[in-house]
């Protein structure tokens, strides 16, 4: 008994299929890739955007308090900031300087890690006595 096969090249042969899988997975996986590189950015600018408003809200508390009531000292101290829905781990060092009798100089370093690196943001202001 013999077996008709017929020379019919209208459907995909099982290597065709496999060669589509792997060409598809390839593409798959770069674009993957890319969200994770998305993804992990995305979280590096809002740990900055934060540490950004933490040192914005600490100088306007600062320069919100009369001259007199400004001391000059060295002061550092930790604080935690919801960042995405996870609290994360912010350390605050303030300087408060007096370059002349009448001038009191404000320096905020906010420090914070994120994947194994050290980041940090400052900010620096003169605050003058009125006569």
């Known amino acids: ?11 995909f042969t099982l ?8 060409i598809l997975m390839v593409g ?3 674009l993957l890739q890319t969200v994770n590189y998305a993804i992990v950015h995305n979280m590096g600018n809002q740990l900055r955007q934060e540490a950004l408003m933490l040192a914005d809200e600490r100088m306007n508390t600062e320069k919100a ?3 007199d009531m400004i001391d000059v000292v060295q002061r550092s101290f930790s604080t935690s900031r919801m960042v995405n829905g ?3 781990s912010y350390s605050v060092s303030q300087s408060v300087t007096e ?6 100089q404000i320096e905020l370093q906010i420090i914070w890690h994120y994947k194994g690196e050290r980041y940090t ?3 620096l202001s003169l605050i003058s006595e009125f006569e």
């Open 15 to 22: 290597i065709e299929f496999l060669v589509a899988i792997v």
């Open 121 to 123: 943001h400052s900010v």
């Open 1 to 11: 008994m013999a077996i008709h096969v017929s020379s019919n090249s209208k459907g």
């Open 86 to 88: 996870a609290f994360r």
């Open 99 to 104: 370059p002349t009798s009448r001038t009191k």
């Open 28 to 30: 798959l996986l770069g």
């Open 65 to 67: 308090r009369s001259y």
